[in-house]
């Protein structure tokens, strides 16, 4: 009720409405891009993008789901439209990025990242929407009705979607001799 | 409080995030202690939430509020508003079509009159005699005036100019008129 109240300020020409529905969701809104596309830099421009795209569709939001669902939905669209037109570039960064934080530290430390790595990776190699499904709800703690509003689909598909990405995952994993 | 597996396999982000009533809890952690399947899934999921994100730091989250407002509303103003000129400009442009339509239908004269061009041409005719009209000419012409709304009949020009004050002049006076004139060096009429 309280985003609505926001945006129908803002409709009613009040722009700092602007101002308090960013800080709100800004933090939320990296994070589920950054899990998405695992790049720090362009998280931070495509947290903006999506900001923008957000208000300047604002007339569009029918109010028949949540704010929040809707925000999530443009966050996923702008950060899918970016893997698509970057799609050799960013397996490049994150494997970049992986051996030269793995030198720094020590032994024990090293291995347990290596761990964490091998998750991350295994999780950006699971097919877009089996990868969403487990972001949406495991990440970002939303129900299956919520992730099925995010994701345009019905709540059997999200389960079918989170499961089988849950046994991807699995057998990433064991693949590379991690346990889980 | 007994779950079934599949509900105990849905409220995974509930118990990851720490938002499971304590019966609620204690229950799921039952399950998970007797199920290998949800203890596999349970501990791919908390490694999959402990993966830090990077924090860009508080200048970007202090700054981009206020950049969003500001790109958003430069935005506003760049944006062309053709809705809004559409709205305002189309009962201004169906009155103008209406005001040309009347002014085309009203006073549009009807056909060219169908005469010998030397006749017509103000160029190359200095005064009309009978003998420039022929029979068939004058039949054409007064057919073509009498339905022409703008035509006026000889009595009329007499009434409405000063035509009618020289038809009243008699001869003597008529020369001594055109004598002052010449005089002058006055050309009118």
Aim: proline share 3%; charged share 30%.
């Amino acid at each position: 009720m309280e985003d609505i109240r926001l945006v129908e300020r803002y409709c009613n020409g009040e722009s700092g409405a602007i101002e308090e529905l960013v800080l709100k969701y800004q933090k939320q809104v990296y994070a589920f891009i950054y899990r998405i596309i695992n790049d720090p830099e362009e998280a931070k421009d495509l947290t903006q993008k999506t900001f923008l795209k957000l208000f300047k569709a604002i007339g569009s939001f029918r109010k028949e789901s949540s704010f929040k669902t809707w925000l999530y939905q443009i966050a996923m669209n702008t950060s899918l439209s970016y893997i698509g037109q970057n799609r050799d570039r960013t397996t490049e960064t994150e494997l970049q990025g992986t051996i030269i934080e793995s030198q720094a530290g020590a032994l024990s430390l090293v291995m347990e990242k290596e761990r964490m790595d091998y998750l991350k990776k295994a999780l950006s190699e699971l097919p877009e929407r089996q990868k969403l499904a487990v972001i949406l709800r495991a990440y970002e703690g939303l129900s299956c009705k919520e992730t099925a509003g995010v994701m345009g689909c019905s709540e059997g598909t999200v389960k079918a979607h989170y499961h089988a990405a849950v046994k991807g995952l699995r057998n990433i994993l064991k693949e590379r001799g991690y346990e889980f | 409080m007994n779950f079934r597996h599949d509900e105990i396999r849905e409220r995974f982000p509930e118990y990851l995030k720490s938002s499971l009533s304590d019966e609620m809890k204690k229950a799921f952690e039952l399950h998970v202690r007797d199920c290998a399947a949800c203890r596999s899934e349970l501990s791919i999921m908390s490694g999959l939430v402990s993966i830090d994100v990077p924090d860009p730091g508080n200048l970007y989250w202090a700054t981009l509020p206020r950049k969003v407002e500001a790109l958003v509303n430069g935005e506003k103003k760049q944006r062309f508003p053709v809705k809004s000129l559409l709205i305002k400009f189309i009962p201004a442009a169906a009155a103008f079509a209406i005001l040309l339509v009347l002014l085309i239908t009203g006073t549009g004269r009807d056909g060219v009159y169908d005469l010998n061009t030397s006749v017509n041409d103000p160029f190359t005719v200095t005064y009309l005699e009978d003998g420039d009209l022929t029979d068939e000419d004058i039949y054409v012409l007064a057919e073509k005036t009498a339905g022409d709304s703008l035509y006026m009949e000889p009595e009329d020009i007499l009434d409405y100019s000063y035509h009618g004050e020289f038809a009243s002049l008699s001869s003597g006076e008529m020369e001594s008129l055109y004598e002052a004139l010449k005089t002058e060096q006055t050309k009118g009429g």
